[in-house]
């Protein structure tokens, strides 16, 4: 995740603290010193929609054994031992849980920040106001794209605009809110459009996910976007972002799953002779390290298994119903998760000689193993040019 306000403006959210200390880049279990990773936990596989992308495959119907109640307070209390900073309620679409509350609560009185990812259909003013007295952090509401776009996408007609009522009861009860929207060729159009949204309807924040081809995505990697077509959305998010800070508008603005996007924005910022913003971008990016997952980031899924994280879940390092999260966590004996861990030897291709792995950290392994059955081959979603990464017109490093 790259904060694309922080590494323009120095501007800090909560999340920042995590991403953008000195050391993040050196810790090897955790998002920052002596703190755990942040953890997405897929509470249930069932949806009330049935989105073309999704990860997980969700369907609107029920799933066997997923953690209960009392399982799933146990996992909490482990992840509250282990100092996980955040736990991301995900699914499916985890308020379908009847416990979601209860588990939130739970969460926040343990210490563990909850905070709430989710197609929005659900969220009533009541419960808005539930989810705020609770004390959850944020709660990111999926749309990719607006009306007809958004529906065709997620499955159902009039997921759009339940969503909508979703938004604007947290704005009414002054629950922090934000939207997610995951970029592919059929809504890049979009993204002007929804900046104008985020201002018109007073909503915090906003996540740009890069396409993974995972779940029912993993059929999706034809409709992914160019590398032509991902800078032109990093310079229309850059502007838009820049428009508001000079509007005074205090928005979140940020790009999910491809580290290029931070290297782009430097390379951006210097071509414009920006030194001073360069220098500052690129002191973040490396703070920071790349890609981390199964270092900073890691996801437990309905039945309990720990994966890398939500998009990686085929590989899986331990049960939580079986061994405490921070053992499973520390645990290297899986090689993908001991791989994970110490990386850069591992990585093939424009990956291994690419000059700004420092800053990257190979990318999104699970887009790399899709397209091509290695784990460790180069993330094709790549957009930097070889003369961007360093390489010569053979392919070696300069």
């Not at 209860?102 to 989710?118: D, F, H, I, M, Q």
Request: proline share 3%; glycine share 10%; aromatic share 10%.
């Amino acid at each position: 995740m790259i904060s694309v306000t922080k590494l323009l403006f120095a501007r800090e959210y909560f999340g920042d603290k995590l991403r953008y200390t000195k050391s993040a880049h050196t810790v090897r279990n955790g998002a920052a010193e002596g703190v755990g990773p942040v953890v997405v936990w897929n509470s249930t596989k069932t949806c009330n929609l049935r989105c073309m992308h999704c990860y997980m495959g969700s369907d609107a119907r029920r799933y066997q054994d997923e953690l209960t109640t009392d399982e799933a307070k146990r996992f909490i209390d482990d992840l509250a031992d282990f100092h996980v900073p955040v736990l991301l309620f995900s699914g499916g679409e985890p308020m379908i849980r009847p416990d979601f509350f209860e588990l939130a609560a739970y969460a926040a009185e343990k210490g563990v920040r909850p905070t709430l990812s989710t197609n929005g259909t659900l969220i009533t003013r009541e419960a808005a106001q539930r989810i705020k007295d609770i004390g959850v952090g944020y709660v990111g509401i999926s749309l990719d794209g607006l009306r007809d776009v958004n529906d065709k996408f997620r499955g159902v007609e009039g997921a759009y605009e339940k969503a909508m009522r979703g938004i604007e009861n947290c704005v009414a009860v002054g629950q922090r809110v934000g939207l997610r929207f995951t970029i592919n060729h059929h809504n890049i159009q979009e993204l002007d459009r929804i900046f104008d949204f985020i201002e018109a309807e007073n909503i915090n924040r906003v996540c740009f996910y890069h396409l993974v081809y995972s779940g029912r995505g993993e059929h999706m990697v034809d409709q992914d976007v160019t590398p032509e077509e991902s800078r032109r959305a990093m310079d229309t998010i850059i502007r838009r972002t820049r428009d508001f800070e000079e509007r005074g508008l205090k928005k979140e603005i940020l790009t999910v799953d491809n580290h290029c996007d931070g290297i782009y924005m430097y390379l951006k910022a210097l071509a414009d002779g920006d030194e001073k913003t360069a220098d500052q971008i690129k002191t973040y990016i490396s703070m920071n390290g790349g890609n981390r997952s199964g270092i900073a980031f890691g996801e437990v899924d309905p039945m309990g298994y720990v994966h890398p994280d939500q998009f990686t879940q085929h590989h899986t390092f331990g049960n939580v119903r079986d061994r405490k999260f921070g053992d499973i966590w520390q645990d290297t004996s899986n090689p993908i998760m001991a791989g994970l861990k110490d990386r850069k030897p591992l990585l093939k291709g424009r990956c291994a000689t690419c000059k700004w792995l420092a800053q990257c950290n190979g990318n999104f392994r699970t887009r790399a193993e899709a397209v091509t059955g290695d784990f460790w081959e180069s993330d094709p979603s790549c957009y930097l040019t070889d003369e961007e990464i360093g390489r010569n017109a053979e392919g070696a490093a300069k």
